[in-house]
């Protein structure tokens, strides 16, 4: 099974801003990762107009459309009631990947490291240690008893996931 692990956070935190930070490091550090980001907006990665979306909205329940540099599966889920994450790490081509990082699903029961940023309008007595928390990344010391990590130093929080991945 191939390591899966969550950054989660309230919104304005920071979490698309490190990954965008922590996806090269990681790269740099020989690692491949993959990415799920949840969002709650209703969202659509094709153009009114193109092809693909005016035969999509015609009532294909799946659509890919791929070029030399890469393909996109999109697929219709207007019956299901929920996000299923497990799914969707299982539609990703793992013989590519070492990691996959997810950007959301803070209630899903998989390893995931929180962040917490001193002015995002929170205490840190609000966090939500569970047993799938592996460490905490902050811009300020917390008393926690799971790793505090640097928020702002991405190669410590790097470093950090390339020794859990590889446990």
């Excluded at 965008?20 to 990762?33: E, Q, T, V």
């Excluded at 929170?122 to 939500?128: I, K, Q, V």
Aim: proline content about 5%; aromatic content about 6%.
């Amino acid at each position: 099974m191939i390591p899966l692990l969550a950054i989660a956070a309230w919104s304005g935190t920071g979490k698309t801003t490190l990954l965008r930070k922590l996806i090269p490091a990681l790269c740099a550090a020989g690692i491949r990762p993959g990415l799920i980001k949840h969002t709650h907006h209703d969202m659509d990665v094709d153009k009114p107009g193109k092809d693909s979306y005016e035969l999509r909205k015609a009532g294909a329940a799946q659509t890919l459309v791929a070029s030399q540099q890469r393909w996109a599966l999109m697929t219709e889920t207007p019956e299901e009631p929920e996000l299923n994450l497990a799914y969707l790490v299982s539609r990703m081509d793992h013989a590519t990947l070492d990691l996959v990082l997810v950007e959301g699903f803070k209630h899903e029961a998989v390893s995931k490291i929180l962040l917490f940023r001193s002015d995002a309008g929170h205490d840190f007595s609000e966090l939500t240690l569970d047993e799938h928390v592996i460490a905490v990344a902050s811009d300020v010391v917390l008393p926690l008893e799971v790793p505090v990590l640097d928020l702002n130093d991405v190669d410590v929080i790097a470093k950090f996931i390339v020794e859990w991945s590889a446990i």
